[in-house]
């Protein structure tokens, strides 16, 4: 199946400090999705990005599908964006929709 | 705007006992996923329904089954649990209108199972 590598597994960071999350997958896909986990469990949507570039307010992402990654930029972090960041591939080759996740990446924001 | 709905949001069981997962899609979605994250991982496919039929199946124990109704609400029944089965239960939903896959899987808020 589809390999989806996220890196860095952990970050800390200073509140105010810009971030880069990394997501490599080992195959073409269909869908591409950035989630944030909060601390009480819920994976909030944050991008439905297969390929290009998408704006939300402190957030962005970049996917660049023919090279097989994406990027979750977060500027001026807040303490409300602790959590795990996941990023999930739909294996367009694989005939299935199903999401397959990476391990994520825990992000702390500290005062 | 309406979001999927999971019930019940925390659900206590002893093991070997039944348990069934209720999720109720965004409305005129008509694909439910279902997946299983436990501590500390990251969530796990284990089946989906488009248009009330089975569509695709992952890592699901054959003591689980599932089913999506008429009125496209999805039920996940799990029996002889296990202790091992303890973990966050999600439901998504798409609207993969045509067949097409490009779609978002907006995930509900999550189904908390504790196996003792």
């Known amino acids: 199946g589809i390999q989806v590598e996220q890196s860095p597994p952990d970050l800390i960071l200073q509140e105010g400090a810009n971030s880069t999350l990394r997501c490599n997958f080992s195959?073409?896909?269909?869908?591409l999705q950035w989630f944030h986990q909060n601390p009480w469990g819920q994976l909030i949507n944050l991008f439905y990005?297969?390929?290009g570039t998408k704006q939300n307010g402190r957030l962005s992402a970049t996917t660049v599908a023919t090279e097989r990654y994406s990027l979750l930029y977060i500027s001026s972090s807040q303490t409300t964006d602790s959590g795990v960041y996941f990023c999930?591939?739909?294996?367009?080759?694989?005939?299935?929709?199903?999401?397959?996740f990476g391990k994520g990446t825990k992000l702390s924001v500290i005062p | 705007a309406a979001g999927v709905i999971q019930s019940p949001r925390h659900l206590i069981k002893e093991k070997r006992e039944t348990a069934t997962l209720k999720c109720y899609p965004i409305?005129?979605?008509?694909?439910v996923y279902w997946y299983q994250q436990g501590p500390g991982q990251d969530p796990q496919f284990l089946i989906s329904?488009?248009?009330?039929?089975?569509?695709d199946k992952g890592s699901i124990p054959d003591r689980f089954s599932a089913q999506q109704f008429s009125d496209y609400h999805s039920e996940l029944n799990m029996s002889s649990l296990e202790l091992g089965d303890s973990a966050l239960y999600f439901c998504?939903?798409?609207?993969?209108?045509?067949?097409?896959?490009?779609?978002?899987?907006?995930f509900g808020p999550g189904t908390r199972l504790t196996v003792l």
């Open positions: 195959d073409s896909v269909n869908n």
């Open positions: 999930a591939v739909e294996n367009s080759g694989a005939g299935s929709y199903q999401l397959t």
């Open positions: 409305p005129r979605h008509d694909t």
């Open positions: 329904f488009y248009e009330k039929m089975q569509s």
């Open positions: 998504a939903s798409s609207g993969r209108a045509g067949g097409s896959s490009t779609d978002t899987q907006y």
């Open positions: 990005i297969p390929s």
